[in-house]
C-alpha cells in the first residue's frame, strides 16, 4: 500500500508516498480501507522529530481516517461487515491507503456525510467533546473562551459549546477567521494580537470566562489567568506558545480558586479511548445527521490529494486555514 513517509525528522520537504506493507488486522481489529484522512498539529510535530506515536503505535502519520471496512480480524464482535463504511479515532496510521482500528474505534457515518466531510471529524470532535465535558464539565450558561477558534477543535468547540447551552468567545487572527467563528456560533471574537483578556473582561462585565481552552500554552498564561473567573476551569491541551512561565502563575490562579486542568488524547489508555468514542457515538453524532434540525456540521478548510501532503503540511504551518484540512489517499 501507500502511505505518507519521511525518512527523517524535519520540513514539509521530507515527506513522500512510500510503497510500505499492507498491515493485518489483529484481534478485535478491523482493517480500514482509507479514503479520507486529515491532518493535525500532532501530525507536524511528529514530522519535525517533537512527537513519538504512542508505544504499539503505527509510526504513520494520521490521527482519524474515513473509509469501508475491508477485513474482519479475529475476535470481532459483529458489530461491523465488510463494505460498512466507517471513520474512526487512531494513534496514528491513517495517511495511508489501509490502517488497522480496534472495532471499538470505529463510528459509523452520520447520514449526508460524504467520506471527506467523515474524516474530519473524529479527532477534533472528540478532543473538543473532551476538553469541555469531561475536563471542564461545562453547565448551561457558563462562557467559554476558545484560543484559535478557527482550527478544527476551534470549529468543533464553538458547535458543541452552543449545543451545551454555553456562551463561546473566541479568538483567532484575522477578521476572516473571526467572521467563520461567528457565522459557526460564537457569541463574539478577539483578535489574539491584541489584548483578547481585556476585551473578554469587557464582554464579560468585569466576570471573566467560566472555561478557557487553550491550546497555546506559555505566552497565553497571565492573559489567561487574567480573563478567568472565580472558580474557572483553565484547560491546556496544546503549547504553540511555548512551555515556559515566567511570573507569579500560581498566585494568581490561587487568587482566583481557578482550576488548571491538562488533556491529551492520543496517549489515552485502550479502555478510555473505547469509552470515550462510545460516549460521543450516542451523545453527539446523531446530531451530523442530515435530518437533525439543530445539525452539526466538520468545517473542512480545503482537500489534498495525498501526493501534495507537503504542501498541505506547508498551508497548516501558515496558519491559513479555517477548520480541517482533509488528505484524500489514493483508491
Known sequence: MLAVYFDQPGG???????????????????????????????????????????PGASSILGLEASGHVAELGPGCQGHWKIGDLAMALLPGGGQAQYVTVPEDFLMPIPKGLTLSQAAAIPEAWITAFQLLHL??????????????????????????????????????????????????????????????????????????????????GGSYWEKNVNCLALDGRWILYGLIGGGD?????????????????????RPRDFKYKQTLVKTFTEQILPYFSEDCPQRLLPVVDSVYQAIDIRAAHEYMEANKNVGKIVLELPQ
Open 12 to 54: 514539509p520537504e521530507n515527506l513522500y508516498l512510500k510503497e510500505v506493507a499492507k498491515p493485518s488486522p489483529g484481534e478485535g481489529e478491523v482493517l480500514l480501507k482509507v479514503a479520507a484522512s486529515a491532518l493535525n498539529r500532532a501530525d507536524l510535530l511528529q514530522r519535525l522529530g517533537q512527537y513519538d506515536p504512542p
Open 135 to 216: 475536563a471542564g464539565h461545562i453547565q448551561v450558561g457558563d462562557y467559554v473562551l476558545i484560543h484559535a477558534g478557527s482550527s478544527g477543535v476551534g470549529t468543533a468547540a464553538i458547535q458543541l459549546a452552543r449545543k451545551a447551552g454555553a456562551i463561546p468567545l473566541v479568538t483567532a487572527g484575522s477578521p476572516h477567521k473571526l467572521q467563520m467563528a461567528e457565522n459557526l456560533g460564537a457569541v463574539a471574537g478577539f483578535n489574539y494580537r491584541e489584548d483578547f483578556s481585556e476585551a473578554t473582561l469587557r464582554f464579560t462585565k468585569g466576570v471573566g470566562v467560566d472555561i478557557i481552552l487553550d491550546c497555546v
Open 245 to 265: 512561565v515566567n511570573g507569579p502563575l500560581f498566585s494568581k490562579l490561587l487568587f482566583k480558586r481557578g482550576s488548571l486542568i491538562s488533556s491529551l488524547l
